[in-house]
């Protein structure tokens, strides 16, 4: 979703323990968390192996979508 929006530049505070500052992805969760379009699985874990479900591969549509 971060590459379909153009990788827009996006700096949110990481405070996600299971997340690597120079991991690939880091800067499109980034972009989702400032932008509501997830929260992580816990206040502490983004939990990035982890299988969605697609109720919440809609939500992240949804929220893109209203961002």
């Known amino acids: 979703l971060w590459r379909a929006s153009g990788k827009p530049a996006a700096k949110a505070d990481l405070a996600f323990s299971d997340l ?3 991991a690939f992805y880091a800067d499109a969760v980034q972009w989702a968390l400032k932008n509501g379009v997830t929260n992580g ?3 502490s874990a983004f939990n990035p192996d982890a299988s969605c479900t697609r109720a919440q591969i809609v939500t992240f549509l949804w929220r893109t ?3």
Request: aromatic share 0%; net charge negative; hydrophobic share 55%.
């Open 20 to 22: 690597a500052d120079g």
């Open 41 to 43: 699985t816990s206040a």
């Open 65 to 67: 979508l209203a961002a």
